[in-house]
């Protein structure tokens, strides 16, 4: 091996230089003492973000996954919630954020097993199938996931199936459901008759059911659905089944809406896939269509003036405020803290591992001057003690640099990119910073 070790001069040279910097010192003091994100915070950056926005859509509460990641489910279900909300004419609703974690969970089980019987004869080192076994079980997804699970499953209002302990905290649900799969795994890949292989994928599948449902609870079948409306008006449906309910009571189609992604690696006006993403085995591929960043934020900015929010998802960490609620390209000066150039773009962070979407959210308003963003109102799920009673403000340079998706209405693309989703699927590798899933 080549490589220069570190040697004794080097550590004193390394001592000195940080000794004779009074500047280093003045910020050891107050980073040992402080957390970064209060020491690194530009004054000058916060205190020009204000919280009005010039087309403001909520007028609900904010709801909170607590301790689980289905933030891509909430935010999908949020964005249905409002026009279903207004057909029931209630101020205020949710649907059963745990009936749909439950399906995605057993479908995410059923997917796994029949892709380690596709890979059952490649070593376990393998890079894809390594990816698949540490990926198994854990709560995050992206959307098309959420689309396969409602159109298959159906929906339920959050009073047909409660939260309940292993539902808002999933870390120990999780950790036996992967105990469960890998068991399976191996017990697969020392099969060597098709037959057997799926038999054994099926008994598995029969101990994840059972799991779920003790954590969980079962989902149920049928509802009988009966309410009052905000003029205190009684109403009765009677029995509907989760797909009857999701038939009747949805205001828009989530199939209508497709993904649109901003990779600056790739080329725009392209799909791409990834492979082995997804959760539900015959439900369409999850495919995303490549474009440029300033359509993503029209698209956005036109479908909340005409009075839709808007799914999408970040990198949420980057450059944030939790406690106020803030999010500024430049709201922690790392560069000064450290004096160094941190000078990684959007694509390079990609590609060096740096940054990938971590986290889904809605925008529910937009601040406009002469058509152009000058910051976002964004609907998260961690509760109301945070931010503006749990609702955030992003300034517009940070959706360039950290926001990589949005679901929008296939209608409202313009020609030439609607055009390019009849291009074939680029497939990306399962280990793709494209392929990480929404689960903070």
């Known amino acids: 091996m080549s490589a220069k070790p570190i040697t004794t001069p080097d550590l004193d040279r390394l001592r000195k230089e940080f000794s004779a910097d009074p500047t280093a010192k ?11 994100k209060d020491v690194a915070l530009d004054r000058e950056v916060l205190t020009s973000i204000d919280t009005t926005m010039s087309h403001k859509l909520d007028d609900w509460g904010a709801t909170n996954q607590k301790q689980s990641g289905r933030c891509w489910l909430f935010a999908g279900l949020n964005l249905l919630r409002a026009g279903t909300a207004a057909k029931l004419g209630v101020k205020d609703f949710e649907f059963s954020q745990n009936y749909a974690m439950f399906f995605d969970k057993i479908e995410r089980a059923n997917y796994f097993l029949q892709s380690v019987i ?27 996931m959420f689309v396969a699970v409602v159109a298959k499953h159906g929906l339920v209002p959050k009073s047909a199936m409660p939260e309940t302990i292993s539902s808002s905290g999933t870390r ?8 469960i799969l890998h068991t399976a795994a191996r017990d697969i890949r020392v099969a060597t008759d098709p037959d057997a292989r799926a038999e054994l994928a099926e008994t598995a599948l029969s101990t994840v059911w059972r799991a779920l449902c003790m954590h969980l609870g079962t989902p149920p079948e049928k509802l009988f659905w009966q309410w009052t409306d905000k003029d205190k008006q009684f109403h009765r449906d009677g029995w509907l089944t989760p797909q009857e309910f999701r038939d009747k009571y949805l205001t828009i189609d989530p199939a209508d809406y497709i993904c649109l992604v901003n990779d600056p ?12 993403l997804g959760n539900v085995v015959d439900a369409p591929e999850v495919v995303y269509l490549n474009v440029d960043v300033e359509l993503m934020k029209k698209l956005t900015a036109d479908l909340i003036v ?15 405020d939790r406690e106020r609620g803030f999010w500024d390209a430049k709201l922690l000066d790392l560069e000064g803290v450290y004096n160094t150039e941190l000078s990684l773009d959007k694509a390079a962070r990609l590609e060096y591992h740096q940054t990938m979407m971590t986290h889904a959210m809605l925008f529910t308003g937009v601040d406009l001057v002469d058509g152009t963003p000058r910051k976002w109102r964004v609907e998260n799920s961690w509760g109301d003690e945070s931010a503006e009673k749990g609702f955030y403000t992003m300034n517009d340079s940070w959706y360039s640099e950290y926001v990589f998706e949005i679901a929008a ?18 497939v990306l590798p399962a280990w793709d910073p494209m392929g990480a899933l929404a689960g903070r």
């Open 118 to 144: 596709d890979l059952a004869d490649r070593p376990t080192d393998d890079r894809t199938l390594a990816t698949l076994l540490q990926d198994c079980m854990g709560d995050g997804g992206q959307w098309n």
């Open 265 to 276: 690696r790739n080329k725009t006006n392209q799909t791409y896939t990834v492979e082995l």
């Open 172 to 179: 120990q649900m999780n950790s036996s459901l992967r105990k």
């Open 306 to 320: 005409s009075g839709q929010p808007v799914w999408f998802g970040c990198d949420v960490g980057q450059m944030m």
């Open 409 to 426: 209405p296939k209608s409202l693309l313009p020609a030439e990119v609607l055009a390019a989703l009849d291009t074939e699927p680029v």
């Open 26 to 36: 003045l910020l050891q003091n107050a980073l040992t003492a402080s957390e970064l």
